[in-house]
């Protein structure tokens, strides 16, 4: 898993069973989670580093608090990016990008992305609502082109980890024509920020190869992880040694 890093596996991905920890969350991934897919280059200066409290957001999650990106120079012909808090009205935009991350990082069925589509939904409505779950979206003007959540999670109580609440950040994703723009930079930040500011003493997150470079920019590192499927198509299978000729 990683803490505060990146692991060699989706960038999103495969964390919703409960504890697949690639430290972002991921971040999936995606952000998934995680991450942007694709090279990312760092957000340009922000005014005081440009991220400041968001607004608090009832359970329901209907208010959005926005995060207000402002280079320190802007033309009329650039349109202003802000990262704001996503509401349930954005669950269709977050289940879109989960699934575009899901495209881009592991080839898979249509129907298996379709029937994951529809669990994820009811998943993610039933979290926003409880507050387990949010959503971060940067818009260009009035396009949101990328997304990543973090996933509040329960985790055993370890040693020099604080508390019992670690979160985890996944279903990054970033349209592929607003790549390169910092964006997903951006929502890492914002991710961090408020984990930190509910007293969460971790992140967590599974990274793509794609994602991992920006996660390692922002200080997360890589640890290590095994894992078993225990049922299904991909359950492991405990292989019966071949029988040599019968002793005589």
Known sequence: MI??????GYAGGGHDGGGHCGAVQGAEAGAGGIGELFNEIPPPRERARGYKDFEKTDDAGEREGAQRVSPSRQSLDVPRVRVRRATLKDL??????????WEEVAEMPVHSLDAADRVYRRWARARIRSGR??????DEGDTSVASGCVWVMSVQPRPRWKGTRAAYLLSMFTEPGHRGKGHAT????AAVSWAKARGIGVMLLHASRFGEPIYRREGFEPTTEMRRFLSGPRAHRRRTPKRGPPSR
């Open 133 to 138: 779950l949010v959503g971060f979206i940067v």
């Open 92 to 101: 269709d935009l977050l289940v879109r990008h989960r699934r575009g991350m």
């Open 3 to 8: 803490c505060k890093g990146r692991w060699a």
């Open 186 to 189: 951006r929502i890492v930040r």
